[in-house]
């Protein structure tokens, strides 16, 4: 999305890392693309060179390292990223945020775009620490149908992707659902 007017419906603005690390990403179209395969293609390359992943943290102070990088150029990035991994050692979720100027927080739970304006209040009313899977994929459900009631777009759906100690996957959701106004 760009602005409040769809350019492609079926853009998959996530990467995968590594098997526990996964990234999404907004900002400018040409700068998400070419940063986020930029980073995708290091974090494999220290991978295949150490034969070892990336735990989440590491990689999230790696991809602030190359915005506080490509701040100082003649060339920034414009793009804000949601990085968000198991670590395969401690088996401990992270989320962190990142924005275009480099700024680093890891948090509980985060939104990113015109969503947040709709799903931050959500987000703390509900969230729990010790929530489960069904649990957040309630709580998803409840952000999008918000999402669908209130966005002044024609909102064209969700991909929902699931980190855990299996890796990374994709979980059908419910895009033709009809919700009714309040």
């Not at 007017?5 to 998400?32: V, Y």
């Not at 190359?66 to 150029?73: F, G, I, M, P, Q």
């Not at 739970?109 to 799903?119: D, E, K, S």
Request: hydrophobic share 40%; with cysteine; glycine share 6%.
């Amino acid at each position: 999305m760009r602005g409040v007017t769809i350019l492609k419906a079926s853009d998959d603005k996530t990467r995968e890392l590594n098997r526990h690390t996964l990234m999404a990403f907004s900002g400018e179209a040409g700068d998400t693309v070419q940063f986020a395969e930029y980073i995708q293609a290091n974090i494999k390359l220290y991978s295949m060179r150490n034969d070892t992943d990336l735990a989440p943290s590491a990689v999230a102070n790696f991809v602030r390292g190359e915005l506080a990088k490509s701040l100082r150029s003649r060339n920034p990035y414009t793009v804000n990223l949601l990085l968000g991994g198991l670590d395969p050692i401690t088996r401990q979720p992270h989320l962190y945020w990142l924005d275009y100027l480099a700024a680093l927080a890891p948090m509980p739970y985060a939104a990113h775009g015109y969503a947040q304006y709709y799903c931050l209040s959500i987000l703390d009313k509900h969230h729990n620490p010790n929530i489960n899977l069904d649990q957040g994929m309630k709580l998803l459900q409840m952000c999008f149908d918000e999402l669908k009631r209130r966005m002044p777009v024609d909102f064209k759906g969700l991909i929902v992707k699931v980190v855990d100690e299996k890796g990374i996957r994709e979980v059908e959701i419910d895009n033709d659902k009809i919700v009714k106004s309040a």
